[in-house]
C-alpha cells in the first residue's frame, strides 16, 4: 500500500504579515492564504489564496474573495499538487473544506461542503489519485450520555459524566467525496459501550470533535487515528454504519 505522506509547511512574512504556507515539490513556489477578515464585496468575510514565488516571496498569484464567515485553518495540497483545500472553521460549530486548481491560474473549483459538517478535529485528506476526498468530523457532543428519559433520577453531577446506558453509540461520521463525479456519502461510526461507560475526562476535546487523523492508504483503503491513539483501516466503498469496540475510558497524554 502507498504511505500516506506529508506536506512541507513554513512560515513566511509577506507585508508585515505572517502566513503559514504549504512548500510545492519543486522547492520554488509556496501557496499560503490568509483570513484578511474584512468585509468581502460580494458579502461574508474576505479571504485570500496567494502563491509567491520561493525564497524571494514575490507574488505570483492570488484570490481575493468572500466566505460566510471565518476562518481557514489549514491549506492541505493534493499528491500532484494540481489542487488544494482549505479546511475551514467557523469557530462557531462548523466547519468544512472548498477546493481550488493549482493546474494554471489560482481558481476556485466551486466543489465542497463549505460550512456545512460538525467540528473535525483533522483536516480533510486526498487520496493518492486524487479522485477522494475524505474527512470525519465529530457529534459535537457527550454521545456517551444517555437520553435524558435514562438519565438516573438521583443524579446530581454534570449531564455530560452520567456513564452510557450501553450499546451501540455513533461518535463520529466518515465523509467520502467522489471528486470524478462530485458526489458525497456519509457513513457513521460506532463504539459499541459497555453498559456505565464513561471518559475519565469528560471534557477532552479529542472524544468530541472525531477522529485526530483521517488518510488514505491507497485509493481503496482509508486510515483514522482515533482519540485514543489506535489506527483502523476500513476498505471502501464503506458500509452506512462500521461499529468498533469500546475504547478506554482514558485517553494518553497530549
Known sequence: MTAITSQTTIDITVAGRRLEATLLGDGRTVVAYDNMMGRAAEGGVVHRLARYAYPELTLIDELVY???????DALVVSPSQRLALTYLNSGQGENGYELFGLDGPLRRLGVGEVFTLPPMWAPPAFSP????????????????CPPEDQWPDDWTGDEWSIPSAGGPTDFATVIVHDLHRDHVTRHRLRYDLPAGWVPDDVEDSRWAYGPLEVGFLDDAHLRLRLADDTTVEFGLPLPEVSTLPAPPTGLPPG
Not at 468572500?66 to 481557514?72: E, K, R, V
Open 129 to 144: 489519485s486524487e479522485r477522494y476526498v475524505a474527512c470525519a468530523p465529530g457529534t459535537d457532543s457527550t454521545w456517551w
Open 66 to 72: 468572500g466566505l460566510p464567515t471565518c476562518c481557514i
